[in-house]
């Protein structure tokens, strides 16, 4: 299945109390960064923002609203909540940066992504066997979340939450042609099942609300993709990376004769939060391996094709550049 970043579309945000709609903006990248150890990059201006929620049917006993300035990049959310009511809203704001080739060619890298001067300030109500939170976090697309702040009520009186020119950093591997997102994102969300018992978080009325001055983009290291080898018989390498090169040991994997792989997302990147669904760019086969057949979605749906080793393609190297199934790839089997 073609993949998307939460820029390009409708984005389906799941909370503990409801499915959300979020329909982002988005204008062209802010920054370009090179991958060279040492460049940085720092953004200019918020161009991705957005913001969304809603009340859990049957959407009783229940409020809230959300906003997103990408002018003074600050972001508001709240929801109220009493008897069986559930809600949640969200908004976020942030920068794209673009990666490009290194001037010796690097096409891989290690960044440090900061979000610097946050402040945020809100408060939480909780009593009784109301619940109600508010989470600030950062992110970047594609990569790592980082929870900034959980905020949680409860007692008599609502509790404050305040902080000032703060910094939150994240590291991730990034590769040059790609966009990246990097956001602030508030949540507030509040479940009540009494009447008297209310529940309300509050990061948005008078100056409640959370902003960050700006975001800088660090290159920590790089280098250019290396041939790993060949498959022995019997296996399959695949690859993110047009050229059947690695490079590092996350960018590829190996299966035998035999692997019925019914589900890429659950097929972990190393020890990142990505996942090998729609990432396949190239594939080595191996001799003794009768065919690969690959398909558009999991569990082998959707459109399908074959891959050998030909007489015009006796090593079996299928770069999937330019090809329709190029970063579309979801399951497959080897025989």
């Known amino acids: 299945m073609k993949k998307f970043h939460f820029v390009h579309g409708l984005v389906v945000l799941v909370s503990v109390f409801f499915v959300m709609a979020f329909l982002p903006s988005v204008s062209s990248a802010s920054g370009t960064i090179k991958l060279n150890p040492g460049a940085t990059v720092t953004l200019s201006s918020a161009d991705v923002y957005g913001q969304g929620g809603g009340c859990q049917i049957p959407k009783i006993n229940c409020g809230g609203t959300s906003s997103a300035s990408p002018s003074d990049k600050s972001i508001r959310a709240k929801a109220i909540a009493s008897l069986s009511g559930k809600g949640s809203y969200s908004a976020k704001v942030g920068e794209r940066f673009y990666v490009a080739r290194g001037d010796s060619g690097q096409t891989y890298g290690r960044a440090r992504i900061t979000i610097s001067g946050i402040s945020y300030y809100g408060t939480v109500g909780a009593l009784g066997i109301a619940a109600g939170k508010g989470v600030l976090r950062m992110g970047v697309s594609g990569g790592p979340q980082k929870d900034i702040l959980v905020a949680a009520g409860g007692g008599a009186a609502a509790k404050v939450f305040q902080n000032s020119n703060i910094s939150s950093t994240v590291e991730m591997e990034v590769k040059s042609g790609e966009a990246y997102d990097a956001y602030l994102e508030i949540i507030a969300s509040a479940g009540s099942g009494s009447l008297v018992s209310p529940a309300e978080v509050n990061f948005y009325d008078d100056n409640k609300r959370a902003s960050y001055q700006n975001i800088r983009v660090d290159i920590i290291s790089s280098g250019a993709p290396i041939n790993v080898g060949d498959p022995g018989p019997g296996q399959v390498f695949f690859y993110d990376n047009h050229q059947c090169k690695s490079n590092n040991p996350n960018d590829w994997l190996s299966f035998n004769t035999g692997a019925k792989i019914a589900d890429l997302t659950t097929w972990k990147v190393g ?62 089997k080897i025989e």
């Not at 990432?279 to 979605?297: A, E």
């Not at 079996?316 to 090809?323: E, I």
């Open 271 to 332: 020890s990142t939060s990505q996942n090998w669904n729609d990432r396949i760019s190239c594939m080595k086969i191996g001799p003794g391996v009768s065919k690969v057949i690959v398909y558009q979605h999991i569990k082998y749906g959707g459109k399908t094709k074959t891959f050998t080793r030909t007489s015009s393609n006796p090593n079996g190297v299928w770069s999937l550049q330019g090809d329709w199934w190029d970063d579309s790839i979801s399951s497959f």
